[in-house]
């Protein structure tokens, strides 16, 4: 007979999903109501003001869509472009080339700005490319690559689309909660995240949030968004304050308890704060890992804090590594995708999971799981080095 399914407990360490605080885990445990309960509406509007605290915008139009981060960019997609749109697409990493995709299945004509993996997108060629294409009137890049801890400037992207008359499609997937996002004061114009990276919700949810001139966008379409449930005009009939709700789908009302569980507490914590905790976490495990002789592979001033990707030293078997982590330690790592597999382990530090406790086990692990495969590691001094950065400062939690 097949019993009641009990994960393991990991420390998640990964690209994603992050650890999941129990105040989150037990928000998800609370009674299911109707999504039209009056009671669950107002937990809606709380939730869609939460948003746009961790967005940093008015947007009237900021909710959660009601399925993973992927959705949150092909509603970006479906919503803004039309068939025969020229929209340039930056691409220096795994998301970039998916939203490439995004843009051919809506019949758009993508302008790819190739950038190179484990780097920044290079605002400079971005300039080049839209001067070559007038006709463009949509820029779309990821600020926070995932598959490669690059960061990137969305900010002065942004200045840039602005200037050639382009709106942007920005992926904050992994940037949310983790590393500043301004959507307002940079003027980003739709942007999309997901649930289960630096928000440390369950995955699942993609917030998103469209600025004035993206729903402007949006209401003059020519052709139909061939998506009905992604379609923004029949969504919003859902989640706007304004009106009586209509139905549309049925929400996913124990997993929004947890996003909103998860939004209280990085409201509690401040937005300023999270960005700051993140980045000096980021500090301690880089000390550590350098300590250990390992390699960071982004040039420093390019490197996300919430997403770290180590050079895998040579002669060491990468995925044996992390299988021994997960069997010795109940330790999840990522690995290296596209031209990066095998060569690279992505360290996670969003959300939750970015605390001293997660990073003293990374990389206590790490060394002694590198010792016992050969490669001799200084476990004491490596500690030592993330203690001291850790004592600079003590932010919580
Ligand atoms: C995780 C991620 C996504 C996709 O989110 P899912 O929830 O897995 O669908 C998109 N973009 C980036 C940058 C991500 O890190």
Redesign the pocket.
Known sequence: MIRSFNPPVRTLMG??PADVHPRVLAALARPTIGHLDPAFVTMMDELKDLLRLAFRTENALTMPVS???????EICFVNLVEPGDEVVVCIN???GA?MKENIERTGGIPIVVQGQWGRAVDPNQVEETLKAHPNARLLAF??????TGASSDAQTLAEIAHRHDCLTIV?????LGGSPLEVDAWGLDAV?S????CLSCT??L?PVTFGERALEKVRQRKTKVQSWFLDLNLVMGYWSGEQKRTYHHTAPVNALYALHESLVMLAEEGVEQAWERHAHHHRALRAGLEALGLELIVPVDERLPQ?NSVAVPGGIDEALVRSRLLQHYNLELGAGLGDLAGKIWRIGLMGYSSRPTNILLCVGALANELSALGHRTDAGAALEAVRTVLDQKTPAP
């Open positions: 690209p994603g399925a993973p981060g992927s959705a949150g960019m990493g795994v998301f998916r990821v600020q926070a690559e995932t598959s992926d904050a997937v992994t940037a999309y997901g649930s289960q990276k995955p699942g993609a997403l």
